[in-house]
């Protein structure tokens, strides 16, 4: 699987377009705004997203994703439902960032621990990863090694979790039960910041030492 980033919004958040060698089908992860420049960048690759896939409700991860659903006639998939509220609160969120307005939504299908998506010939296996969100998942290619992990674990860092249902614990618990055991060797995407390995984060990240 290949992938480009693409930063968005004045959160420098990872918007990740992922796509299929072999038969270019691609999807977009975590549209969290700059439409116009999401399509730009998705002409110049000269790819057409199949489906929009979510990590988690945080408005930079989200905030653009109705709009290119609609553009691309794409299906949103993703995140696991108990985030759903943080969908239906995206216009207070949208408020209280000083964003421009993005109305609450329902994606088209929810995702479950042990659930998979297909992109092209790749599959994603999804897990899910509560602590900086209860419905938080990520998205991992097992064949190509690689992790998409949203705001669950960073480049020297982990998830914030001092937002409405944000537990600490659960989520260092989910990196070292769920993310670590994937493989030393895993790169994975962020949802900011530079890519990293799971171990180099096992050997260096602070937060897991």
Request: glycine letters at 10%.
């Amino acid at each position: 699987m290949k992938y480009h980033i693409i930063p968005v919004t004045a959160f420098a958040q990872n918007c990740s377009v992922i796509w299929c060698e072999t038969t270019r089908e691609a999807a977009l992860v975590d549209p969290g705004g700059d439409a116009s420049t999401l399509k730009q960048t998705l002409e110049q690759l000269n790819l057409k997203p199949a489906q929009i896939l979510l990590t988690h409700g945080h408005l930079d991860h989200v905030g653009a994703a109705v709009e290119l659903a609609a553009f691309y006639s794409a299906p949103i998939i993703g995140p696991q439902k108990l985030d759903a509220f943080l969908l239906a609160s995206l216009p207070l969120q949208s408020r209280m960032f000083g964003l421009d307005d993005c109305a609450a939504f329902t994606p088209d299908r929810w995702l479950e621990e042990g659930d998979s998506v297909q992109v092209g010939l790749v599959t994603l296996d999804i897990l899910h990863c509560p602590g900086h969100t209860p419905g938080h998942i990520v998205f991992f290619d097992r064949v190509g090694r690689l992790l998409i992990s949203g705001d669950v674990i960073f480049n020297g860092g982990v998830g914030r979790t001092d937002f409405p249902q944000g537990n600490h614990q659960h989520l260092i618990e989910a990196i070292k039960s769920k993310l670590l055991p994937l493989g030393d060797d895993v790169e994975f995407v962020p949802g900011h910041g530079a890519t990293s390995t799971l171990g180099r984060e096992r050997l260096s990240n602070p937060f897991l030492q």
